[in-house]
């Protein structure tokens, strides 16, 4: 999804559906321009989704990772459709914004603003499943049926291979967030080096016109000495 302003990959958020379970989405919103963008995402339902981040600042040709969370569903919806959507507003900010200076005005419509706005809708999809496993015969009995990932609670030996899958999910869930952050820290840390340089770049400038306003008041400091010198010496 490419507009003027930002590009979204992907333009849909497909969530793996798993009742009673949590399960995540992330998409990338990316800076076309060389100014500065900050964006807001929006749903049609607030409980549900989590967002991190749900706001922020884009630096110039620079992406943002923005992570969306959906809470365990209880009930699966009719024929598996969902009617949720998102809305990620973009609009160009000054020069060195940060997180701090988003404002809700910034999203207000006015003739004189661009407001760039993007639909994301959500489906639903099947998790990614168990290969089939053919359980070998016993010398003291017959073979027993094959079973598949989700069909085969009465096996025994499934029941390692649930757990070890949900600790996986866990820890793919802590290092998402955590790459959130740490994309959050990097966007916060370059915004905060190119305030720094602007200001080193006053300063400098600063320093240059006060040296040049310097020299002429102490060539004029040094004509006036030297000509009270000469007429006190013509004087004598």
């Not at 168990?130 to 094959?146: D, H, N, V, W, Y």
């Not at 996986?168 to 802590?174: A, D, G, R, Y």
């Not at 790459?179 to 966007?187: A, D, Y």
């Not at 000509?227 to 013509?234: A, D």
């Amino acid at each position: 999804m490419s507009n003027e302003l930002v590009t979204i990959q992907p333009g849909e958020l497909k969530f793996p559906f798993k009742l009673k379970q949590q399960s995540l989405c992330s998409f990338q919103l990316i800076n076309n321009t060389d100014n500065y963008l900050v964006f807001k995402v929006k749903t049609t339902s607030t409980k549900k989704y989590a967002v991190r981040p749900n706001r922020g600042v884009v630096l110039p040709k620079a992406t943002c990772n923005v992570t969306v969370t959906m809470q365990a569903p209880k009930e699966a919806p009719p024929g598996m459709q969902c009617k949720d959507r998102f809305l990620v507003q973009s609009v160009i900010a000054p020069s060195g914004a940060t997180v701090k200076d988003i404002t809700s005005d910034m999203f207000n419509k006015e003739p004189c603003r661009v407001i760039e706005e993007n639909k994301l809708r959500v489906l639903y999809v099947a998790p990614p499943q168990f290969p089939s496993t053919i359980l070998e015969s016993s010398e003291e009995g017959p073979a027993q049926k094959e079973v598949t990932g989700y069909m085969s609670s009465d096996v025994s030996s499934f029941t390692p291979v649930s757990k070890d899958l949900n600790e996986l999910k866990e820890k793919l869930f802590e290092s998402q967030a955590k790459i959130s952050k740490f994309t959050e820290e990097k966007s916060a840390a370059l915004q905060q080096k190119q305030k720094l340089e602007q200001e080193l770049a006053l300063i400098k400038r600063s320093n240059h016109e006060r040296a040049r306003l310097g020299f002429p008041f102490l060539f004029v400091c040094f004509i006036g000495i030297v000509g009270i010198i000469l007429g006190y010496y013509f004087h004598s």
